[in-house]
């Protein structure tokens, strides 16, 4: 839980700080935030985690983990990429999740009138034996469950989260806020 970065002058010490700080604390980058030796605008940052196995929720208040939503990276571990645009006034970040997509059918995002369908699709009960309707966690689960004994193809790719109203996909980039470490960057030059 300690860190310590060591190097020369002008070697990017601060650099890396600054990153931390404009990922972790949703700073604006400034209007010289550039890649060098690329004409491209879009600047970029990626984060890759440890996952614990800390709960998060990210809908029905029904406790999760990333690991169980499979929003887990080829190598198990939470990878997130914030991208600017720096070539507009404002730029604002576009967040993405690294994370197992199925190649047919794929449920990590879909409303529940579409899991229900799906659930039937592939015969999954939807209803419990008092007529209770699974909740939709328990759908994905099942969908899951299934799609991993019938070896159902998957990669991996960028998902791009919303950062605005209310569909599953701004509650996924949510719960990933709430495990963001907290981060304060202070340069020497503004500590008065």
Known sequence: SFNVIVGRNDVGKSTVLKALDLFLNSKTPSTDASNLGTQDSIFTIDLIFEPDEKEIVIDEAIPTTFRKEELLNEDGKLKIRKEWDVSKSK???????????????????????????????????????????????????????????????????????????????KLIHDAIKTILPRFEYLDRKSVV
């Open 91 to 169: 730029p604002t970040a576009v967040t993405y999740i690294r994370r197992k997509q199925y190649s047919e059918d794929d449920f990590l995002l879909l409303p529940e009138k579409k899991l229900i369908k799906l659930c039937e699709k592939y015969k999954l009960a939807t209803q419990k034996a008092n007529n209770e309707e699974f909740n939709n966690a328990e759908k994905r689960l099942k969908l899951r469950d299934h799609f991993l004994q019938n070896n159902v193809a998957f990669e991996y790719h960028w998902e791009k989260l919303s950062t605005s109203g209310s569909s599953r996909g």
